[in-house]
């Protein structure tokens, strides 16, 4: 089966003569013959969508701004809550005269409450 060599399958009908996958010719290639691909061809190959597919990656891009921010609120919210209702008696617990081991235990047990070390730590910092 020959396959007519065009611009969008052949690397010999390129100017910088770089190789993409799929080409017609892309098991006859030598590694010397190969060229290096421009930044407009890759820009083609990989970029390229439609209006629908950019709405859904910018939804998307939003969505995860959103789900950040909330995130971070909802670690300042606990964070502030923890200092009303712990009050003076969360900075005794984590003093300077504090044993290594119970502080090890009690940061065990603050991560198996919340069931996040990242939100544990951040409490932490914020009530010492």
């Not at 996958?21 to 439609?50: K, L, N, P, S, Y």
């Not at 209702?85 to 009690?106: S, Y």
């Amino acid at each position: 089966k020959d396959v007519e060599l065009t611009e969008e399958n052949s690397r010999k009908m390129r100017k910088t003569g770089s190789t993409h996958f799929g080409d017609a010719d892309f098991e006859e290639e030598q590694m010397a013959d190969i060229g290096d691909a421009t930044w407009a061809e890759v820009g083609r190959a990989c970029c390229v969508h439609t209006p629908m597919e950019w709405g859904k990656i910018f939804i998307g891009v939003c969505a995860a701004f959103f789900f950040l921010y909330f995130f971070l609120f909802s670690l300042e919210l606990l964070g502030n809550s923890a200092k009303v209702l712990g009050g003076c008696t969360a900075g005794g617990i984590m003093g300077e005269n504090v044993n290594p081991v119970a502080g090890l235990v009690i940061g065990e047990l603050a991560t198996a409450l919340v069931q996040s070390s990242s939100t544990t730590t951040s409490i932490i910092v914020s009530l010492v």
